[in-house]
């Protein structure tokens, strides 16, 4: 997992076996980074409160988060990474 700028937002950028993702790096519940959190194939724990979210999609597997984490679509192009906002 990595984080990078873009339009002034941090986007946590996850490779996982099935491909690259994009979410914002702050969880939705409580604003805690979720690029200190673990991730386990394609679920990333948030380390603040354990909310465990879908990197695909962003989805709420296990709460307390109630909302889906904001996620961005990605391609992969000359080796490149795009993600739009």
Request: glycine residues 10%; hydrophobic residues 35%; charged residues 25%.
């Amino acid at each position: 997992m990595k984080v990078v700028k873009a339009l002034g937002r941090e986007i946590l950028l996850i490779r996982t076996g099935t491909g690259v993702y994009a979410l914002d790096d702050f969880c939705i519940h409580n604003g805690c980074r979720l690029e200190h959190g673990r991730l386990d194939g394609e679920r990333l724990r948030c380390p603040c409160h354990s909310s465990v979210f879908d990197v695909k999609t962003g989805e709420v597997v296990d709460g307390p988060a109630t909302l889906p984490q904001p996620a961005y679509t990605v391609s992969i192009r000359n080796g490149e990474i795009f993600f739009s906002l």
